[in-house]
């Protein structure tokens, strides 16, 4: 069986911040924790590093195996590809699963203008097994 859990960051401007910080999608309840934005540099321009942990809980006895997370910044007028990653993330039933991730915001000029005026969106797609 395949299971998707997708939760979604909603990050507005480069200093303001509203994050959707729980939810749950079929056996499995999550939420953001310790979220913060890090000055970060890059080519020596300084750019917004945003991190966060990731924090699943089982909710109904099954276990489930994670094998990809599919990731996705948006904006209204900045085109973006999802980036794929393969990992593998066991959930015992019942049980919790912490995992840190971070994502840089505006990486070029015309991003932090963009910025300004609608807001970003972090998409994360979790697909596995129970």
């Known amino acids: 069986m395949l299971l998707a859990l997708s939760a979604a960051l909603v990050v507005i401007?480069?200093?303001?911040r509203q994050v959707h910080m729980t939810g749950a999608s079929g056996t499995i309840a999550w939420q953001v924790t310790d979220f913060r934005i890090v000055a970060w540099s890059v080519q020596g321009t300084p750019r917004d590093l945003?991190?966060?942990?990731?924090v699943l809980q089982e909710t109904q006895g099954n276990a489930l195996t994670f094998r990809q997370v599919v990731s996705r910044l948006t904006h209204p007028s900045i085109p973006t590809l999802p980036q794929q990653s393969s990992v593998l993330w066991q959930l015992r039933p019942h049980g919790e699963l912490r995992q840190p991730f971070s994502f840089l915001f505006c990486t070029t000029d015309a991003c932090k203008h963009a910025a300004a005026m609608?807001?970003?969106s972090l998409d994360l797609a979790l697909l596995g097994i129970d």
């Open 50 to 54: 945003y991190t966060f942990t990731l």
């Open 118 to 120: 609608a807001p970003w």
């Open 13 to 16: 401007g480069c200093t303001e």
